[in-house]
């Protein structure tokens, strides 16, 4: 179905071979970034934080509400890093990382993970997965995972991860949420 309210609907003449090739190739948009970023603002998600070791012995993390599942046999995920991220290389370089699912009491570590910081690890409480990578305290679930397979795609690449261990706790998730945070309210 079609909406004609305007402002309200988004459209592109982009096809699929032209979105392949990268960043704005050949797209005509009937849209603002504005709009296709609000559209997509409303679509509620959980918040990760996705740990890795980088370079000099230490931890690179971010971030990440594109976490999603993609398969149940064999376990996969997916999410999707911003081409621009100064963690680019080490994910790009990493066998293994963990994606922490944060509980609706730590909305301050998504934030210090999305901001610039001079070691955004420093007092945070977490240990080290059996691969090595860093497992937040205090989250509702984790997933250890195996790279598995990346594709380029616009300005972000996709990870896909094969889960090798994972776990989870009760209690209400972080969400975001046209741009704010809240919190799930599960049954138990
Ligand atoms: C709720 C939320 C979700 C985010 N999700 C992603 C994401 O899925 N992928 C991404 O590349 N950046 C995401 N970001 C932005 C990164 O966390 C942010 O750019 C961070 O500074 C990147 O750090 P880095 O450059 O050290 O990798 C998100 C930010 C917030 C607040």
């Given at each position: 179905?079609?909406?004609?309210?305007?402002?309200?609907?988004?459209?592109?003449?982009?096809s699929?071979s032209?979105?392949?090739?990268?960043p704005s190739?050949?797209?005509?948009?009937?849209?603002?970034d504005?709009?296709?970023?609000?559209?997509?603002?409303?679509f509620a998600?959980?918040?990760?934080?996705?740990?890795?070791?980088?370079?000099?012995?230490?931890?690179?993390?971010?971030?990440?509400?594109?976490?999603?599942s993609?398969?149940?046999?064999?376990?996969l995920?997916?999410?999707?890093?911003?081409?621009?991220?100064?963690?680019?290389?080490?994910?790009?370089?990493?066998?293994?990382?963990?994606?922490?699912?944060?509980?609706?009491?730590?909305?301050?570590?998504?934030?210090?993970?999305?901001?610039?910081?001079?070691?955004?690890?420093?007092?945070v409480?977490?240990?080290?997965?059996?691969?090595?990578?860093?497992?937040?305290?205090?989250?509702i679930a984790?997933?250890?995972c195996?790279?598995?397979?990346l594709?380029?795609?616009?300005?972000h690449v996709?990870?896909?991860?094969?889960?090798?261990?994972?776990?989870?706790?009760?209690?209400a998730?972080?969400?975001?949420?046209h741009?704010?945070?809240?919190?799930?309210?599960p049954?138990?």
């Amino acid at each position: 179905m079609r909406s004609d309210r305007p402002g309200n609907d988004c459209s592109s003449s982009s096809s699929a071979s032209a979105s392949a090739r990268g960043p704005s190739a050949s797209r005509v948009s009937a849209f603002t970034d504005r709009q296709f970023r609000d559209a997509l603002s409303q679509f509620a998600t959980g918040v990760s934080v996705i740990c890795a070791p980088g370079p000099h012995g230490r931890f690179v993390g971010l971030t990440a509400n594109s976490f999603n599942s993609v398969s149940l046999d064999p376990p996969l995920v997916v999410w999707s890093l911003n081409r621009r991220s100064t963690s680019l290389a080490a994910f790009e370089k990493t066998e293994h990382y963990a994606i922490n699912v944060l509980a609706h009491d730590q909305t301050d570590l998504a934030r210090r993970f999305s901001r610039p910081h001079a070691d955004r690890f420093e007092g945070v409480e977490f240990r080290l997965g059996a691969a090595g990578a860093p497992l937040i305290g205090g989250c509702i679930a984790w997933f250890e995972c195996r790279h598995h397979a990346l594709h380029r795609a616009g300005d972000h690449v996709l990870f896909i991860g094969e889960v090798t261990t994972c776990g989870r706790k009760n209690g209400a998730g972080l969400v975001f949420h046209h741009g704010r945070f809240g919190s799930t309210h599960p049954p138990g």
